[in-house]
């Protein structure tokens, strides 16, 4: 299908499809006095979009990552694409690897395009019933199709809601950027199956240990939190990476020798909500589950186990979420852990299972994942679901909460990791996360956590706030400051913050970057895109 946009106009096909509705397939003005309606759109579905127009140089477009990490913010075509340069093991985790051209503006599930800067007209396309499309957009043409893919030969059956042929479902909205996104975010919850909406579950506060602790954890750490945990108003206490056997053997090691389950029974005991980081689409080479059943996992097209990622010094493989035997061994970790009495999983390095491979069966890597994630969903109905390196589209509906953004850090940014959006550090989670405001009618918004010390970190009282305001905008507060390392007016401020989250904030969106809650006004714009020169303390060298 063909869209054109000519002076001052775009020009669609008289007949889009069948299912069009809302929008009149002709000339459409963006003259502000000649906008369609708020929240006009059209479905069609077909298996290429493409929509020509004189120049982009002036106005941007909408780049949207694949999965969690992936760089996400409004771009212009004169600027290189907006992705993870130079660091290849980095773009098999941030970016989709299969599809990745540096040559090339790429986005992922949606693109928008904004001919104008100067004035406040948009048209967007975005993928419709969970999938995530694939958009490359040039200085005067844009591309909408499938998302490429290789699958191979299998002699097993797909699953039959797997969509085998390259037609997509395509959302086509034009008129006001925040009218437009929302009207999108609209018909994509309608078009996600009803039995997997999420149910209305809420977290409340979150103390985690990883943004203080990292892997160093242990049994007295975590012990050592559970009281003054309960007294700030904490809802749960989650035990992140580091209490594990290893990537793979979801068994505590000798760091928390009486087990888990009684450390669970300790803070259910002290009414906080057991929480816990597992990895369950990924498992590292020397992993005793890989040795021992290697077809688990995704193959490259010459049998060989295909690395999904690198990380804890060893490359790690992503699990065929459609083998028969992979599902067992998922269902066993999961339940297993939720036996020791966790009720919060926070779900990570998701992305491994979607990577392009040879399977158990011939199905589109995306529906493979889903098969992941509907396994988890099925066998943990009653726990919530925070997922993180998650594919944003298809995991729409059938987890609770998703990161919207690279991790997080005690610093603003950080010099060393040049051209590197996805690299951790503040400034990257808060534009990732901002960028993808426009999903929190689908999925909790975890911008990942707020900080309020000043013990080992780089972050100003300043700094700090904003990551506090990141978290009121957002909807879900989470924190990693050990209670030893505040001082009083740091203990203080997280119990009000503690009090605050007890029920999500009310917030409404004044423009892009810019929000209200309560009376109060936040424009972060100043903070992503300063005018002066940015201190040299708050940044990581």
Known sequence: ??????????IFPEQISKLAVNISCRQVDDESNQQPPTGRGASVTCSEIQVSYPDL???EFYRHGWNSWSPTSWWSVDKPPYRVWNNPPRSLTA?????????VHQSYLLTAIKLDSGKDFIMLIGALGGESGYFEIGEHLLTARKLPDK????????????????????????????SVFSAYATALRKSIDSKAKRANRYPGGIWSSWYSWFEEISEETIET????????????????????KGIGDWQPNAKFPSGLETLANKIRSHDLTPGIW??????SGNSAIVHEHPEYFIHDFSGNLEPAGYNWGDFYYGLDC??????????????TIYGWGFRYFKLDFLNAAAIVGRRYQTVSRECAYQEGLKTIRETLPNAYLMASGALI???LGLVDGMRVGPDTAPYWDNTERKRDPSGPAVRNAALNSLSRYWLKPLVALDPDVAFTRSRGSLLSPEANELTQNLARVCGIFSCSDPYTWLIDSEKHQVKELCTEFKIPPSVNQISRFSFRSGTKEVDFTPWLYPTGRVSDRILAK
């Open 1 to 10: 299908m063909k869209i054109k946009y000519q002076h001052g106009k775009f």
């Open 57 to 59: 140089k002036n106005g």
């Open 322 to 335: 459609t083998h028969p035997g992979a599902k067992s061994w998922l269902k066993e970790i999961l339940t």
């Open 95 to 103: 970016e989709d690897a299969y599809s990745d051209d540096p040559e």
């Open 151 to 178: 699958t191979g030969y299998s002699a097993h059956n797909a699953p039959a809601n797997c969509n085998k042929d390259s037609d997509v479902s395509w959302w086509i909205g034009i008129g006001k950027e925040l």
């Open 393 to 395: 589209g298809p995991s």
């Open 278 to 283: 597992v990895s369950p689409f990924i498992a």
């Open 225 to 244: 939190e559970i009281i003054p945990a309960t007294r700030s108003g904490y809802q749960v206490l989650e035990i992140d990476d580091g209490w594990e």
